[in-house]
């Protein structure tokens, strides 16, 4: 077990971000991992057909130790950054940094060529990494990318709202089952690591991250911040492709319970319609009948009308998220699961 110190007093410092990159690279370790069951196989074959064409990808982030650089993965600056946004920082990571991190991936081991040629040229082969990083992305995460990023808003709302109303410990009360807070440090339950960690005076970014599925990672050594990568409640049903097979969808119809897991975050009738595809006239039904059943519930922002889940939604949809269990994920230079 790792004591990672978190005290009361650092709740101050907490804050949410949702990031591109860390769906980038927890799904290479879900794909290295080869046996995590909640990963659909068609998604597992597509990926890995597409990696042939991305030796250099393939090479710093499925190498043989397991190893990510610090550098790929930076401490969001906003809480929803674009992966432009966040490329553009990798991109301006000294080029010794990147050279050291990406051979200590490969320590050990005999390097590929496109692993070698970062001691001679890093600054080419940096952008010949990040422009794979787009490609990857492209195939493995934009087909997904609307479901985790909702995954991601509804996450942190659900949180904001428990610690609005049951105090501010409730913004890491049951991240994860491999989590625990005793009041002075993060328990993170890693079966083959122990010792204590420090925030190091950094405050700490928790990032919900669809791809992290079963596992929880910290990231300790990255110059711009700490952060705790782990999965949004309901990560398994980012790959159902309409919910309609699922018992939300079977009591509400499944048009209705997409609005109602759209509500963990205020939406008016107009955001509603524009995000499911529907007519303002539908969405304003739907939204009517879930409040009049006691599962939303209004409120006035200027001039909008916001629905949101009330407890009982809350109740009805959380019941719904019943993630796949179990499947091995990969570590990283500062995170393990």
């Not at 069951?37 to 597992?44: E, H, I, T």
């Not at 051979?103 to 496109?114: I, K």
């Not at 499911?276 to 879930?290: K, M, V």
Request: glycine letters at 10%; one cysteine or more; aromatic letters at 8%.
């Amino acid at each position: 077990m790792i004591e990672w110190e978190f005290r009361a007093a650092d709740l101050a410092g907490l804050r949410f971000a949702h990031s591109p990159m860390a769906e980038v690279a927890a799904s290479a370790f879900a794909l290295r991992g080869g046996s995590a069951g909640w990963l659909p196989a068609s998604w597992r074959s597509r990926v890995t057909t597409s990696l042939p064409a991305r030796p250099t990808f393939r090479a710093v982030l499925l190498g043989p130790r397991g190893y990510l650089p610090d550098f790929l993965t930076p401490v969001p600056r906003t809480a929803r950054p674009t992966l432009a946004d966040e490329l553009a920082e990798v991109a301006a990571t000294p080029l010794d940094q990147v050279a050291e991190e990406v051979l200590a991936g490969w320590a050990g081991h005999d390097a590929p060529p496109e692993i070698d040629r970062f001691a001679r040229d890093p600054r080419n082969g940096l952008a010949d990494l990040l422009d794979e990083i787009r490609g990857y992305f492209t195939v493995a995460v934009r087909p997904l990318w609307p479901r985790l990023r909702a995954a991601a808003d509804a996450e942190i709302a659900t949180r904001a709202r428990a610690a609005s109303e049951r105090g501010a410990r409730m913004l890491v009360h049951g991240l994860h089952t491999k989590v625990d807070w005793d009041g002075s440090a993060l328990l993170l339950r890693y079966p083959d690591k122990q010792g204590r960690w420090t925030l190091d005076g950094h405050d700490l970014t928790l990032l919900p991250t669809g791809f992290a599925g079963t596992e929880v990672y910290a990231l300790t050594g990255s110059p711009t911040g700490r952060s705790l990568w782990y999965a949004p409640r309901g990560f398994g049903n980012l790959w159902t492709p309409d919910g309609a097979d699922r018992p939300l969808s079977a009591l509400l119809g499944p048009t209705r319970a997409a609005v109602l897991e759209l509500l963990a975050a205020p939406h008016c009738t107009r955001d509603v319609a524009e995000r499911l595809g529907l007519a303002a006239g539908t969405a304003s039904h739907h939204l009517t009948t879930l409040r009049d059943a006691g599962l939303a519930a209004t409120e006035r922002a200027g001039r909008r009308l916001l629905y949101q889940r009330t407890r009982l939604g809350d109740q009805l949809a959380e019941a719904d998220a019943h993630p796949d269990a179990g499947g091995p994920a990969g570590e990283s230079s500062a995170a393990a699961g």
